[in-house]
């Protein structure tokens, strides 16, 4: 097998590009991918700060090294969701490869903040993943503002997108799949331009890049992710990968130049006028829905601690 772009001998083989490529080219190819999608999309500049949330997974590690490769002015966000050793391993990795490279991070714990994902789910019975990413759309949505940063990238890749494309269709969700975008313009002003670099891009390609990059990443999933109905649908998609190399592509790319524009909302639908009463940020109603929640938890954190005679813990 010779790589398409030089000849030379080929590492690795994407068949939804009918494409075979060496170490340096397959870099490159991803490196150029990414650039596309971000020029493409009209994503951020060069003059911008753009906020990179990174987990400590492959795919936002993956991002922030081709996005400063690419002379782009970032900063990393950590948000340390206190899920046991997965969360403090996915620190350390994400900690480690900021300090390697000499990169700014910065790293919020919800611990400190006695919201750590393990107590909400125990004080609420939220499901974890609705929980969590209440906490981490509000704690991004915030660093975006307090950092100055034009846009807050994340590592959503094309196997996620694809997964939640069919989800949304299957469901015929057609807010949710109005707001399946690449690029989610602000709807307020204290929000910032919410962009996905690697739309387009595999999960296999960016454990492919991370690999040849020597980046060490966090390779296990978080607990909670187990029977997920996203991976369900992944299974689904993989094997329709399989079968037909190309079809995650087709399907992420299809809809968002041909078919999202039939679901976009009137803008006073996507505008978001108040701000929270508590923490200042947007909302739709008095409280943000961060602030909702963390009034849920202390609520039932007092009403449990009356019932077991104790006084509450102080707010
Ligand atoms: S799987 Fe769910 S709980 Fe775990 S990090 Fe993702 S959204 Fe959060
Ligand atoms: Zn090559
Ligand atoms: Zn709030």
């Given at each position: 097998m010779?790589?398409?772009?030089?000849?030379?001998?080929a590492?690795v083989?994407l068949?939804?590009?009918?494409?075979?490529?060496?170490?340096?080219?397959?870099?490159?190819?991803?490196?150029r991918?990414?650039e596309?999608?971000?020029?493409?999309?009209k994503m951020?500049s060069?003059?911008?700060?753009?906020?990179?949330?990174?987990?400590?997974?492959k795919d936002?590690l993956?991002?922030?090294?081709a996005l400063?490769?690419?002379?782009?002015d970032?900063?990393?966000?950590?948000?340390?969701?206190g899920?046991?050793g997965y969360?403090l391993?996915s620190r350390?990795?994400?900690?480690k490869?900021?300090?390697?490279r000499?990169l700014?991070?910065?790293?919020h714990?919800l611990?400190?903040d006695g919201?750590?994902?393990?107590?909400?789910?125990?004080?609420t019975?939220?499901?974890?993943?609705?929980a969590?990413?209440?906490m981490k759309r509000h704690h991004?949505d915030r660093?975006?503002?307090?950092?100055?940063?034009?846009?807050?990238?994340?590592?959503?890749n094309?196997d996620?997108?694809?997964?939640?494309l069919?989800?949304n269709?299957l469901?015929?969700?057609?807010?949710?799949?109005a707001?399946?975008?690449?690029?989610m313009?602000p709807?307020?002003?204290?929000?910032?331009?919410?962009?996905k670099?690697?739309?387009?891009?595999g999960e296999?390609?960016?454990?492919?890049?991370?690999?040849m990059?020597?980046?060490?990443y966090?390779?296990?999933?978080c607990?909670?992710?187990?029977?997920a109905t996203?991976?369900a649908y992944k299974a689904?998609?993989?094997?329709?990968?399989?079968?037909?190399?190309?079809?995650?592509l087709?399907?992420v790319?299809?809809f968002?130049e041909?078919?999202?524009?039939?679901?976009?909302?009137?803008?006073?639908?996507e505008t978001?006028a108040?701000?929270?009463e508590?923490c200042?940020?947007?909302?739709?109603g008095?409280?943000?829905?961060?602030c909702s929640?963390r009034?849920?938890?202390?609520?039932r954190q007092?009403e449990?601690a009356?019932?077991?005679?104790?006084?509450a813990?102080?707010a």
């Open positions: 010779k790589c398409t772009r030089c000849t030379e001998p590492e083989k068949r939804a590009h009918n494409s075979a490529f060496c170490r340096e080219c397959f870099v490159f190819f991803f490196q991918r990414v596309r999608a971000i020029t493409h999309e951020f060069h003059d911008e700060r753009i906020l990179v949330a990174v987990s400590g997974g936002s993956a991002l922030w090294d400063v490769l690419q002379g782009y970032t900063i990393g966000f950590h948000l340390a969701l899920i046991g969360s391993r350390e990795k994400t900690e490869f900021a300090r390697d000499g700014r991070l910065e790293v714990a611990t400190e919201l750590a994902v393990p107590d909400v789910i125990a004080s019975r939220r499901p974890a993943c609705s969590c990413g209440t991004f660093a975006a503002l307090e950092l100055g940063c034009a846009a807050l990238a994340t590592g959503h094309l996620d997108e694809a997964a939640r069919f989800g269709v469901h015929w969700q057609t807010e949710y799949l707001r399946q975008r690449p690029v313009q709807r307020h002003p204290k929000f910032v331009r919410k962009v670099p690697l739309y387009l891009t296999f390609e960016s454990a492919t890049y991370a690999f990059r020597g980046i060490d966090v390779v296990e999933e607990p909670n992710a187990a029977g996203q991976l689904v998609l993989d094997d329709l990968e399989n079968r037909f190399p190309g079809t995650k087709a399907f790319r299809e968002t041909r078919a999202s524009a039939a679901f976009a909302l009137p803008e006073d639908r978001t108040r701000s929270c508590e200042g940020m947007p909302s739709f008095a409280l943000c829905s961060f929640l009034a849920e938890v202390e609520r007092a449990r009356a019932r077991a005679g104790a006084p813990a102080p």
